[in-house]
């Protein structure tokens, strides 16, 4: 498989895939904003750069994968040889995001045009495909660069077009514009005390590049400026990945931002936060740190704990679906953070398998909310009473999506949640492995309440009739479904690509 | 007459604003070898633009530089930039490797000379219309408050 | 005592802007003046990092006199060559400089120039989070703008009432019959 690939792709596409990765959709995206029409043709471009971008991850993922325990590409860019310049580094962690990142925008720009056209107006559709090509170049920037500073403007890049994009919600509910600014001011905060701390690592070590920094770092534990500028990147990158107490801005910006949006940003911008803060966890600071493994213990566990037990509460008492579901990210934040805290190969594992898995039943979750939100105009619990009979194939996938996020078996919650109480186990803590499947009976009462009304309850409007979402809809909804089952029976591969990523991250890889 | 009062900001401004254009030029090229270069001369070009409007009213700003003329200057700015990148690609050189552009001797300066001279050219363009889009979008919209009210 | 603290003077500047910025940010309501508070503490950043970059003694990082000439040759006959070789320079003394902020004159010792440049990595990286933070206050004054059209107000307190409220009549109309929450 991976050597058909390798034969099957153009040499200059093998040679230069780490940079064209990212220009794609920076070129498209401008022009695609400026191209005239009802947005048709802008929405048409950004199927075709998705989906180039996804045939790039792919020859990367081959290129990473043809060398037994995986290999790193390294791609300087404008020539200027690293630690000094911009150096793009792949190596099996970030190839498994960036193949994340480009598969589900991918899906979703397929599935988006309906939803599009019914929740933009017709003037600022061109404009906002043009933004979402930037966020998702920002996305894949973030994961392909291994530059710390690059990192922030990647970060940013991709932060200011969510900002936008989020705003645009206000053509349904006004209240994404309050949603948005709140989003804006704690994600500047946020990116800001990440420049700072990478401003105290440059001050002790003199260099950005992260490889460059992993070595210098060696020889400067217990010196205050490195120790500093650790808080600041953990707060700083926490803040974006929505760790728990700083998740405040993420449930009104997935409430009220337009359906498509939403579930390209709940399968992806927080998934790429936690790569970068596993980048720096890992890579770039070492676990023989001291203070980074009493971080560890001290804040990402308890954290992490904090989100699966009361974000899963407070997701029992919305009333909004989107609601509910924008709560149970950051508890299942809280899941990958546990993993991640547990500083061992197999917990970082289950993180990064629990990471990919959640991006495809909360991607398939808000693609279904996207179809009702189309047909029947509501997102509250109370418009979905019903929807079973009238939606039948809408709903079986946001059932099939729902139960892998509940951690049913045969389903790809079942499997990450099974490897990260495994890997919990295997570390002796047994305590948190109960809290884990607390937290999962939490799960089963509010997707439950969903589920029920769905499938339980009669209509609220007799009147309604059978209206399913259309095929461009149902279509990438039940590509993600089918992909939590098949993760769900045979995960191998995705558990291999885990893995493998978590021995980069611990072996070779960056240092 | 009403807007007597601004006579001499108006003849102030008439031939300060070719000048300042002029100065974001300079600013651009020069940018190689002392400071300055595409993201300084584009605001500065901008700037000229925004003073034109703030004297002469933003109805025959918008009529001189169009707000759709502003947003595609941006969008070509980021494409030049882009372009060179691909043509240092086609050279055979990395992205933006400027040393590929023109596929010389080891040695030789014409492609970093040139190469940075594009696209800081990009940047001009990209910064400039960038820059009048803000500024129009917030000047562009009608006002709740009257000028007599001030 | 009174010279540790006068040695840190950009240090005590940085961290009070940055509390001052974070101070308007969190206790104002009114959302300009949140964004204001935002702009003054992304200023703090910038001083941090431009204070990094001063090299005592240190003039700015073009190369000049002697340094200029071992390296591009007669300026005035190839302008391009000494540019280019000035970039590459350039690279060096960053590199070195970062190395060992402490150790001030080693970057330009080590590689034979005459004068003692600053750091110009520190500056570059500025400029590059001055346009982002410009994009970013941009699109939130954006974003202000649409809300004082669609709300009437910028006071986020005020806001949150009108939402508040909002939601109240939504939960009232799916539960008829119940009574209110609050």
Known sequence: MIDLILQLAPAWAEAHAPALIIVLPLLAGPISAFLPGSGRIAWIMTMVVTALCTLLSIILLAQVRSVEGGAVISYAMGGWAPPYGIEFRIDALNVLVLMLVSFIAFLTSIFGWPTIRAEINEEKRAMFFGAFQVCFMGLLGVAATGDAFNLFVFL????????????????????????????????????????????????????????????????????????????????????????????????????????????FLAATATKVAIYALVRFLFSVFSLEFIFEGASLALILTPMGIAAMLACSFQAIFQTDVRRTLAYSSVAQVGYMLLGISLGTAAGVSAGMFHLVNHALMKGAL??????????????????????????????????????SLIGVPLTAGFQSKFALVSALLASG?????????????????????????????????????????????????????????????????????ANDAAQALFIGGVR | MKTDHHVILRVVAKPLIPIISLFALYVHFHGDYSPGGGFQAGVIIAVAVILYSLIFGITPAMKAVPPWFARSLSALGFIIFGAVGVWALMMGGNYLDYDA??????????????????VELGVL??????????????AGRVTEIKDEDW | MVEFILERGNYWAIIGLMMIGLYTLFSSTNLIKRLVGLSVFQTSIILFYISLSRIDGGTAPILFGADAKGHGGDHAEDVAAAAAHGADAAHGVAADAGHGVADTAHGAASHGLEHIYSNPLPHVLM??????????LAVGLAIV????????????????EMDLEVALAEYAHDHPGEADPA
């Open chain 1, 156 to 263: 940013e890049l991709s932060s200011i077009a969510t900002y936008v994009l989020v705003a645009l919600g206000s053509g349904r509910d006004r209240r994404a514009l309050p949603a948005a600014i709140n989003y804006l001011l704690m994600g500047t905060i946020g990116a800001s005390f990440y420049v700072v701390g990478v401003g105290f690592l440059y001050a002790a070590t003199g260099t950005l590049n992260m490889a460059d920094l992993a070595i210098q770092l060696q020889d400067t534990s217990g010196n205050r400026a490195v120790q500093v500028g650790f808080a600041f990147i953990l707060v700083g990158l926490g803040l974006k990945a929505a760790m728990f107490p700083l998740h405040q801005w993420l449930p009104n910006a997935y409430t009220y931002s337009p359906s498509f949006v939403t579930a």
């Open chain 1, 366 to 403: 808000f693609m279904a909310v996207a179809g009702v939100v189309l047909t029947y105009q509501g997102t509250r619990i109370h418009d979905f009473a019903g929807l079973g009979r009238s939606a039948p194939w809408t709903m079986t996938a946001f059932a099939i999506a729902a139960l």
């Open chain 1, 429 to 497: 803590w047994w305590w948190a492995a109960l809290i884990v499947v607390f937290s999962s009976v939490l799960a089963v009462v509010y997707m439950g309440r969903i589920l029920q009304a769905v499938f339980f309850k009669p209509p609220n409007n007799p009147q309604k009739r059978q209206k399913e979402a259309p095929m461009l809809l149902l279509g990438p909804l039940w590509v993600l479904a089918l992909a939590n089952l098949w993760i769900g029976i045979n995960g191998n591969f995705v558990v291999g690509l």
């Open chain 2, 101 to 118: 552009l023109f596929n010389e001797e080891p040695g030789g300066h014409y492609g970093q000379h040139y190469g940075i001279l594009f």
């Open chain 2, 125 to 138: 363009f990209a910064v400039a219309g960038s820059m009048l889009s803000i500024f129009y979008a917030f």
């Open chain 3, 127 to 136: 400029l590059t989070a001055i346009v982002v933070g410009v994009a970013t």
């Open chain 3, 145 to 160: 703008v649409r809300i004082r059209e669609a709300y009437g107000t910028i006071e986020s307190d005020e806001i949150r």
